[in-house]
């Protein structure tokens, strides 16, 4: 019968060949730092197998249930590490501590390479210093305090990666960068986590990459409010990220009243995965954004609502609502067509959420996707010209589609 040293290098071996197989690790130097660490040091308490899924664990919960901090999911931490493109003898800071990528990042770092990793709560900073003591790891510098202020002390620094949920980029990030530096953080942008790298273009910062991804969020006195939820009904929930705030009496009643869909004609296979991008493309060009929650179909008075997995993009106005929808275009299953359910008295907004669409289709389809460009010299008042401007504190944020 196996040791647990036996048995755990045996599951890390599993583990690394899978994340290879899968793609998301692809750097030697990834995979040796993934075969170097022990990820059951980092999660204490749980089963060898659970320490080894493909899965997120969480370490806090506060009083309600809600996690606080995590160790994030292997496939999103080789992703990251992927990302930031780590060097030996790189200066790395982390904001967020669990431990584990703290301690692969020490390996990818080497000897002459620094690692420093920041956490606002005092008790993952202590957790995460026992798991790396019991792992062996060290030379990692530990820091209690607000990670949206840094570590300036530490910097400047050739990589900066964050592990939980921002809603805007820091300026301290960017100003304890070097030239050549690198950020890769988990972004709330208008409701959507995305996770995006930036590097320096000139005088402002340019990220892409646009993964889905979902991390706790940040806490600390610069941390956005969480998602607002308007209750729309039994099981309706319409989640928003700023701007004006739905009537919920009002469109519940419109929800209650007909139902009406206008198609588009765009018609995409499963296999093209255009969900995301569709999603993203909607937030940036709606200027009501949300997303509609039913889990599954849900009633208000006679009238049936159901959104799509994950939640339906949604707009709304004084006294309507229209939200994706989607239809089979072939009998196989494998195509679908993007429509607009609408409901309220004047579908003008529901024909303009279509147009749209067909927008999208006709000269973003395949395209390479949007770019985030933060502006770190200038003032929000300052900023003109395309893209959506993020409703956020800090530098300008603006998307871009090419």
């Not at 089963?47 to 901090?69: E, N, Q």
């Not at 308007?230 to 309706?236: E, K």
């Not at 993009?313 to 429509?339: I, K, N």
């Not at 359910?341 to 579908?347: F, I, L």
């Amino acid at each position: 019968m196996l040791g647990v040293e036996s048995t755990a290098a045996a599951l890390n071996a599993g583990l690394v060949e899978e994340l290879e197989h899968s793609g998301r690790i692809v750097s030697p130097q990834v995979a040796a730092a993934f075969r170097a660490v022990r990820r059951d040091l980092f999660v204490p308490g749980i089963p060898l197998d659970d320490a080894y899924r493909d899965d997120a664990v969480f370490t806090k919960r506060d009083a309600d249930g809600s996690p606080l901090s995590s160790v994030s999911a292997p496939w999103l931490v080789a992703t990251m590490l992927e990302r930031l493109g780590v060097r030996q003898g790189d200066r790395v800071l982390e904001i967020g501590s669990g431990g584990y990528n703290a301690a692969l990042l020490r390996h990818l770092v080497g000897p002459h390479g620094s690692v420093t990793s920041q956490d606002i709560d005092p008790e993952v900073i202590e957790r995460a210093a026992r798991c790396l003591a019991g792992a062996g790891v060290d030379g990692v510098r530990l820091v209690t305090g607000d990670g949206t202020l840094g570590v300036p002390a530490g910097g400047p620094y050739d990589r900066l990666v964050v592990t939980v949920q921002a809603t805007s980029i820091a300026p301290a990030w960017l100003e304890q960068l070097t030239d050549e530096g690198r950020l890769v953080v988990p972004l709330r942008i208008r409701g959507l986590g995305r996770l995006l790298t930036f590097v320096r273009e000139d005088d402002h910062w340019v990220g892409d990459g646009w993964d889905l991804c979902g991390f706790v969020r940040m806490r600390g006195p610069a941390a956005r409010n969480p998602l607002m939820t308007t209750r729309l009904g039994d099981g309706i929930r319409l989640r928003w990220d700023g701007g004006p705030q739905p009537d919920a009496d009002v469109l519940t009643a419109a929800l209650a009243g007909e139902r009406r869909e206008v198609w588009t004609g765009v018609a995409v296979g499963v296999a093209e995965g255009t969900r995301p991008v569709v999603d993203l493309w909607l937030a940036t060009v709606l200027d009501v954004f949300g997303r509609l929650h039913t889990g599954g179909a849900a009633s208000v008075g006679e009238a049936t609502v159901q959104a799509l997995p994950g939640g339906s993009p949604a707009t709304w106005t004084r006294d309507g609502l229209a939200h994706l929808v989607m239809r089979p275009a072939d009998t196989g299953g494998s195509r679908f067509e993007y429509g607009v359910a609408w409901y309220g008295r004047d579908g003008a907004f529901a024909e303009d959420f279509a147009a749209q669409l067909r927008h999208w289709d006709r000269d973003h389809r395949g395209g390479p996707g949007p770019v985030l460009r933060v502006h770190p010299k200038e003032s929000r008042d300052q900023r003109t010209g395309a893209g959506r401007l993020l409703d956020r504190p800090g530098p300008p944020a603006v998307i871009t589609w090419p």
